[in-house]
T-cell receptor, first 110, second 112 residues
Framework: QKEVEQDPGPLSVPEGAIVSLNCTYS??????FMWYRQYSRKGPELLMY????GNKEDGRFTAQVDKSSKYISLFIRDSQPSDSATYLC??????????FGQGTELSVKP | GAGVSQSPRYKVAKRGQDVALRCDPI?????LFWYQQALGQGPEFLTY????????KSGLPSDRFFAERPEGSVSTLKIQRTQQEDSAVYLC??????????FGNGTRLTVT
């Protein structure tokens, strides 16, 4: 079993929908939780960063971390076609080596 | 440029050949990471440098993989006697002290 599990999708939604992406993990030492967006043939770019449990909001994006359940989520409101990409969760026990999920491929249809 | 630069962008190697992949991190970034991303998978950690010191190489899959960062700036990932299973995108990332990782666009290696 992998340390970080993420449903690979693909996920297809209509423009304007609310998107929910999530990951589960097994290592209770993880304290830093991130979501990256990766467009085709590009490197991952950081979307959201959360330390320990709680919620964080940035524009249309909300990240949630529930350490008691070892579960993290990313919500995208009012999704746009430009949000179509692969979304990767990543986590770390310290501010160094990241463990990534498999990535969820999202397509937002106009 | 201001970002992490990787070269070449694409590399085709015949099985058994040696390859060298280059990473130019953001100027002044102390930490440098290499990741391997297979098709349809998330990046997997290979190795980590702090300045010129290789602090963690636990993710290197075999002794055919070797990484160096001799002057604490540019890094090279070398793969000897390439095998088909080495085909992947190799990502480099750098960070300053207490900052988040900045990734390059990767080198796509295809071993035929």
């Amino acid at each position: 079993q992998k340390e970080v599990e993420q449903d690979p999708g693909p996920l297809s939604v209509p423009e304007g929908a609310i998107v929910s992406l999530n990951c589960t993990y097994s290592n209770s030492a993880f304290q830093y939780f991130m979501w990256y967006r990766q467009y085709s043939r590009k490197g991952p770019e950081l979307l959201m960063y959360t330390y320990s449990s709680g919620n964080k909001e940035d524009g249309r994006f909300t990240a949630q971390v529930d350490k008691s359940s070892k579960y993290i989520s990313l919500f995208i409101r009012d999704s746009q076609p430009s949000d179509s990409a692969t979304y990767l969760c990543a986590m770390s026990a310290n501010e160094g080596k990241l463990i990534f999920g498999q990535g969820t491929e999202l397509s937002v249809k106009p | 440029g201001a970002g992490v630069s990787q070269s070449p962008r694409y590399k085709v190697a015949k099985r058994g050949q040696d390859v060298a992949l280059r990473c130019d991190p953001i100027s002044g970034h102390v930490s440098l990471f290499w990741y391997q991303q297979a098709l349809g998978q998330g990046p997997e950690f290979l190795t980590y440098f702090q300045n010129e010191a290789q602090l963690d190489k636990s993710g290197l899959p075999s002794d055919r993989f070797f990484a160096e960062r001799p002057e604490g700036s540019v890094s090279t990932l070398k793969i000897q006697r390439t095998q088909q299973e080495d085909s992947a995108v190799y990502l480099c990332a750098s960070s300053g002290s207490g900052e988040q990782l900045h990734f390059g666009n990767g080198t796509r290696l295809t071993v035929t």
